[in-house]
């Protein structure tokens, strides 16, 4: 993406068609850490790579709940994030003063999605730089939405968003068909290993990950850091088995070294290209 | 007139404003002049009602919820209408059935049109249940309470949503709650009583109705503003039927009637 004469303002064309301001927030979304979303015919799980700016700061928070039945997980500019889920919560809150009922999803991606847009045709404002997986549960089902700062939403089975997502969302499209019918246990330990795959060289923990689940009648929650662990381990307890098989052939073959998970794959995608959010063109 | 700085006050009250973009501000109307403008001063609209409504009866059964009216439209101890329609229905699982003024009656229908239609329009397959439709008239006629220009009527809400059953009521100060039966106005002293003792779980449409006739016929004897012509509803999950008009068996042969003043020296 190159600099040129139209991309001063987000309400100036290029003569490709494109609006290249809004384009250059979505690679803002792509520059912060990993989200990942699924989910099943029961729950939505979210995931995030907690990212610190060092060792002695704390990381950023990325999973916020919107209310008992909504969630988010963010990536990009979390600051513009915050005031997302601010407004997500208040128009949560009014909703259920005045019709005594939870907000649907999809209603709220919309008017998210619709905020955006303003952002996006106006001289005076800028897009808003960060991508948001919203995860909630209403009277049609348990959904999984991607808010962009274009102002498009998408509805998703699986999806990751933020560096390194490629990789996740490859290992996503190689199982999303059997998360309809896992368990909640199940769906957990497939978003653990899909924040595996952008955590690529770093061991995965209950410091470097945060998850969080919303499931019929189950309201949403984020994990705290011991429940989490145990999901972790509870993913290596099924890799160990794997890891001892290597071990052994390392000995015989130790010129071979390979950086085998459970998943058996890595991050090599030879899959087809992931759906990723629409450009300016369709 | 200048509507600068009245503006705010009107488009967050309209159900259908998420669909108008952050620029856009509706006309004011002289209408939402009055109405605002009741926030900063006590402008009245409505400190006494005019063309009214009697009781409206409810109750759940079996199958969902019955209600039911008569169609009497009051001019203080006139009887000026006798055709008035005091139930509408609001969606395909909603019904609304109101006493006391009938012209705020027709602008709470319109607004539940304008909501319903807003609602549709969303076309994603969620809809506003009985529960939704009862907390947002409560809300209104609350707000309105709020601004000493009350919507002059006692509404009565049932529905069905999802095998569950909902009959609520909301009166003109925004008094909200919900039963498994319910009257306004007269009914509240006559109909209620019989009730409590009659009514139980999982009555059939025909008990329920009976029950209903039973009480709108004590009102009829007792009650000045009721007259012997009236509708039943019936809301289910698969939609709602108001019946034609019609009249119930009252019997005035009754030797008290026929010299009621035989024992009371002096009265004509």
Known sequence: MFRNQYDTDVTTWSPAGRLHQVEYAMEAVKQGSAAIGLRSKTHVVLAAVNKASSELSSHQKKLFKIDNHIGIAMAGLTADGRVLSRYMRSECINHKFVYESPLPVGRLVVQVADKAQVCTQRSWKRPYGVGLLVAGLDETGPHLYQNCPSGNYFEFHAFAIGSRSQAAKTYLERKFESFMDCSKEELVRHALHAVKESLQEEELSSANCGVAIVGVGEPFVILDSKTLQAYIESLEGAKDDQATKIEVEEERNPAVIERQDVSGGGGVGVGAEGEGPSDMET | ?268
């Not at chain 2, 409505?46 to 009216?69: D, F, K, M, W």
């Not at chain 2, 009985?130 to 907390?135: E, F, Q, V």
């Open chain 2, 1 to 268: 007139m200048r509507s600068s700085k009245l503006i705010s006050v009107v488009p967050r009250t309209l159900p259908e404003s998420h669909l108008y973009s952050f620029h856009f501000i509706p006309t004011l109307r002289s209408i939402d002049f009055f109405q605002s403008l009741s926030a900063y001063v006590a402008v009245s609209m409505s400190r006494q009602p005019y063309v009214t409504g009697t009781s409206v009866l409810g109750l759940i059964y079996e199958g969902g919820v019955l209600i039911a009216a008569d169609t009497a439209g009051s001019y203080g101890s006139t009887t000026r209408f006798k055709s008035v329609e005091r139930m509408k229905a609001v969606s395909n699982n909603t019904l609304l059935g109101a006493s006391g003024e009938i012209s705020d009656f027709q602008a709470i229908t319109q607004l539940l049109d304008r909501l319903i239609v807003a609602d549709a329009m969303w076309d994603d397959g969620n809809d506003l249940g009985p529960l939704d439709i009862h907390n947002y008239l409560t809300r209104v006629m609350y707000n309105r309470r709020n601004k000493f220009d009350p919507l002059w009527n006692t509404l009565i809400l049932g529905g069905v949503k999802n095998g569950v059953k909902h009959l609520g009521s909301v009166s003109m100060i925004g008094v909200h709650y919900v039963d498994n039966h319910i009257a306004t106005g007269f009914g509240i002293h006559l109909a209620q009583p019989i009730f409590r003792e009659e009514w139980k779980e999982n009555m059939t449409l025909e008990e329920g109705t009976r029950l209903l006739e039973k009480a709108l016929l004590v009102l009829f004897y007792r009650d000045r503003s009721a007259i012997n012509k009236i509708q039943v509803a019936n809301v289910t999950e698969d939609g709602v039927h108001i019946s034609q008009p019609y009249a119930l068996k009252s019997e005035w042969n009754l030797e008290a009637f026929k010299n009621p003043t035989a024992s009371a020296a002096g009265s004509w």
